[in-house]
C-alpha cells in the first residue's frame, strides 16, 4: 500500500560526494519520520540520519557534519547529501517511513515502511 523508492547510490572515491533519494507513494496522509539506515556485510542495520515533519533532525555520530538529511514534505520525499565520503561508509542504505498515516476506506491507519535499499560504495 505504500512503496519507497530508494535512488542515487553507486561507486565513488574517498572523499567524494553522493546524494540519495527516497520518494514514498500511496495513499498517504501524512509521516512524521522519514529516516536513512544502512548495513554493512555481516554488520547490523544501524541509524544513518532522521527528518520529522516538525524538521527536527538527528543524524548518527559517525555521520555528523559530513551527511545532511532533508525532506519534501509535499512530494513525501527524503533526502540524503553525503559529503566527504569514507570506505566506512560502504554500506546498503535504506529508506524508512515511520509514524506514517494512511487513507483506507475505513479511515486513518498507522504504517511502517521500508525501501529496498540502494547501494553505496566507497573506494579508498
Known amino acids: 500500500q505504500v512503496q519507497l523508492v530508494e535512488s542515487g547510490g553507486g561507486l565513488v572515491q574517498a572523499g567524494g560526494s553522493l546524494r540519495l533519494s527516497c520518494a514514498a507513494s500511496?495513499?498517504?496522509?501524512?509521516?512524521?519520520?522519514m529516516g536513512w539506515y544502512r548495513q554493512a556485510p555481516g554488520k547490523r542495520r544501524e541509524l544513518v540520519a532522521t527528518?520529522?515533519?516538525?524538521?527536527?533532525?538527528n543524524y548518527a555520530d559517525s555521520v555528523k557534519g559530513r551527511f545532511t538529511i532533508s525532506r519534501d514534505n509535499a512530494k513525501n520525499t527524503v533526502y540524503l547529501q553525503m559529503n566527504s565520503l569514507k570506505p566506512e561508509d560502504t554500506a546498503v542504505y535504506y529508506c524508512?517511513?515511520?509514524?506514517?498515516?494512511?487513507?483506507?476506506?475505513?479511515?486513518?491507519?498507522?504504517?511502517?515502511?521500508w525501501g529496498r535499499g540502494t547501494q553505496v560504495t566507497v573506494s579508498s
Open positions: 524508512n517511513a515511520d509514524k506514517g498515516k494512511l487513507v483506507t476506506s475505513k479511515g486513518l491507519a498507522d504504517f511502517i515502511s
Open positions: 527528518s520529522t515533519s516538525g524538521g527536527s533532525t
Open positions: 500511496g495513499n498517504i496522509f501524512s509521516i512524521i519520520v
